[in-house]
């Protein structure tokens, strides 16, 4: 039997938000003409609905006065929804964001301050280290975190057991996953894949530079000395 095991990818997290949008201020933006409350938010299937439908179900207790209104679609089709609302005024009042690419929607969204979290009975400080930053363009905050994703490296253990190859240990260095890698490469058989999927492919370049490859306001900033050189390692994992 081919057992498969996984460990995470230091240092790179990837988070999703809630933010705000303001659609009470826009008769044209869906809510905004009585007291319902449109929630948007993608969902990949009837199981991921019915959870967000669950903490819509509590939030609609805590808020008997208002009506919650959840609007989904799936991740592929989400953003293109998203762009195609904030072209013609359909803003929903919340709406789910993507750390990765919230600079792409600030000019959609309501910045919130340290008063609006004080209204809220929230700070910063109430979210795990560093989520609230990862949400923040140009040092200013747009939303809360929802939740957090880890990209985890899948490993197969009997393939490195054929190689002699140890199994990856919690403190695995990336020195470990190339000695690993290259020991399991063999018979015809790679020693490393990944994903092509939004972020799957950028986690591991970006966790070794310790640094991104684009600015708070969007720009691309593939010079940085530490972004290359991970990017030339990276490259090594195929040419080497």
Request: proline share 3%.
């Amino acid at each position: 039997m081919k057992k498969t095991h996984l460990v995470p990818v230091a240092a790179f997290t990837v988070g999703a938000a809630l933010v705000l949008t303001g659609c009470g201020g826009s008769s044209s933006s869906a809510g905004a003409d009585d007291k319902t409350v449109v929630v948007d938010m993608w969902a990949g299937s009837a199981d991921d609905t019915k959870a967000l439908q669950a903490q819509i179900d509590v939030a609609k207790k805590q808020n008997p006065d208002l009506k919650i209104e959840l609007r989904t679609a799936p991740w592929n089709d989400f953003f293109t929804k998203l762009t195609t609302n904030m072209a013609s005024g359909n803003m929903a009042c919340v709406t789910g964001m993507n750390s990765g690419m919230l600079s792409g929607y600030t000019s959609g969204f309501q910045k919130l301050t340290a008063d609006d979290l004080k209204t809220a009975g929230l700070k910063e400080g109430d979210f795990a280290s560093g989520t609230t930053e990862i949400l923040k363009n140009k040092g200013d905050l747009y939303g809360l975190p929802f939740d957090t994703a880890t990209m985890l490296v899948y490993y197969n253990a009997d393939q490195l057991k054929a190689a002699g190859a140890a199994d990856p240990k919690p403190g695995w260095t990336f020195d470990d996953f190339e000695k690993t890698a290259k020991a399991a490469t063999r018979d015809g058989k790679q020693g490393f894949a990944v994903g092509m999927g939004d972020f799957q492919w950028q986690a591991l370049p970006i966790a070794k530079a310790g640094v991104q490859p684009a600015t708070q306001d969007g720009k691309l900033q593939l010079t940085d000395k530490k972004f290359q050189d991970a990017a030339t390692w990276y490259t090594g994992l195929v040419t080497d």
